[in-house]
Structures are given as structure tokens and as C-alpha cells.
T-cell receptor
């Protein structure tokens, strides 16, 4: 069973701090990695995708991928209360037909 | 948004009844997915459609679940003889552009409650 693991949290950070969200995956052949943000009662929203080892930055968000360690992370700089949500890590399945999701990490940013 | 609408937004049904959920993507999305999200859980893949190819049904949890899609049009997910464990949010997603490496964009979902 291919798995994606995330710490459920909650992760609590003060406004303006850096939030660090982590994810590990079990399938070494995974090639595509995604972070989704999900507000309570809403559907997931894609915020970052990463395909190569290293860092990818988009505004206040940085995704980091280490395929050797089977580890992907999301950093949120200058965290805002509006960043409070559940963050879902997802990786593609072997066939490339679907995404396998972790259970998500709940982030709470206090003002 | 993702260009995907779903209906109904909420559905309450009695155990044993059949339900049909609808996903309506804007045109041009050849790849369409259904996922299920139970309360407090991650998303579970159900089924994948790619154009006129045979769908990947590997995620359907039982033979009570079926889905249809013709070409790039509307998709329907049918659950027969619903059970309480079917209560979840059912999410439809479409793939982005051909260069998006399986980026998926979700509709608003249908919340199904089985009493």
C-alpha cells in the first residue's frame, strides 16, 4: 500500500513566523508532488507543485523536495491568520492516473 | 476557479437508497477524477476518466459504486444501496493543461449524508 504521511498537528505559529510542513512518501517512483490548502468546509486548492529535487519558490511559499529521502516540505514565510487551514500533501500514483493524499496538517496562525 | 461544478452541493438520503452525483466540467478537460473525503481524513481516489479510454476504476470501494462519462462531458457517480459509511464529501477534479504533470483542480464537492 503506497502511503503519504503527514503530522496531523495542529501546528501553531504566531503571525509573521515561518511555518514548516512536512510530508514523507513510500513509493520511490513517485515523480510529481503537490501541496493543497483546504479551508474548513471547502474543497482543496492547489498551491504548489514540484517535480525536481531542490526548492521551488512562489511568493511566500517554498516547496522543497528530496527524492533520496522521500521527503517533501512546504515553508510558509511571514505566516498570516488567513493561512490557517489544513495543508494536504499529494503524490502521483505509479500509473500516473491519480494522486495519493496524506491526511493533512492543520496549521493555526495566531495574530 | 477550476471550471468544475458539482451538484447537488448537499445530499441527505436514507440507508439503502441510490444516489447520483454530478460533475460538470467546462469543455476541454479530457481527464476527470472522482475522490472521496471522509470526515477528518485525506482524499481517497475513486475513478479516473481520460477521454474515450477505459476508465481506471481501481479506487472504487465496492460494486455499489459506479461512474460514467461520455467524452469530455458531464460525469455521474452513482452509489447504490447507500450505507452509513458512504457518508463523505465527494469531490470531482480535472487535470490542468497538458504540461501540468497531473496537477488537479477540484470542484466544490457534494456532501453526502446517509442516515
Amino acid at each position: 500500500q503506497k502511503e503519504v504521511e503527514q503530522n496531523s498537528g495542529p501546528l501553531s505559529v504566531p503571525e509573521g513566523a515561518i511555518a514548516s510542513l512536512n510530508c514523507t512518501y513510500s513509493d520511490r517512483v513517485s515523480q510529481s508532488f503537490f501541496w493543497y490548502r483546504q479551508y474548513s468546509g471547502k474543497s482543496p486548492e492547489l498551491i504548489m507543485s514540484i517535480y525536481s529535487n531542490g526548492d521551488k519558490e512562489d511568493g511566500r511559499f517554498t516547496a522543497q523536495l528530496n527524492k533520496a529521502s522521500q521527503y517533501v516540505s512546504l515553508l510558509i514565510r511571514d505566516s498570516q491568520p488567513s493561512d490557517s487551514a489544513t495543508y494536504l500533501c499529494a503524490v502521483n500514483n505509479q500509473a500516473g492516473t491519480a494522486l495519493i493524499f496524506g491526511k493533512g496538517t492543520t496549521l493555526s496562525v495566531s495574530s | 476557479g477550476a471550471g468544475v461544478s458539482q451538484s447537488p452541493s448537499n445530499k441527505v438520503t436514507e440507508k439503502g437508497k441510490d444516489v447520483e452525483l454530478r460533475c460538470d466540467p467546462i469543455s476541454g478537460h479530457t481527464a476527470l477524477y472522482w475522490y472521496r473525503q471522509r470526515l477528518g481524513q485525506g482524499l481517497e481516489f475513486l475513478i479516473y476518466f481520460q477521454g474515450n479510454s477505459a476508465p481506471d476504476k481501481s479506487g472504487l470501494p465496492s460494486d455499489r459504486f459506479s461512474a460514467e462519462r461520455t467524452g469530455e462531458s458531464v460525469s455521474t457517480l452513482t452509489i447504490q444501496r447507500t450505507q452509513q459509511e458512504d457518508s463523505a464529501v465527494y469531490l470531482c477534479a480535472v487535470r490542468g493543461s497538458s504540461n501540468s504533470y497531473n496537477e488537479q483542480f477540484f470542484g466544490p464537492g457534494t456532501r453526502l449524508t446517509v442516515l
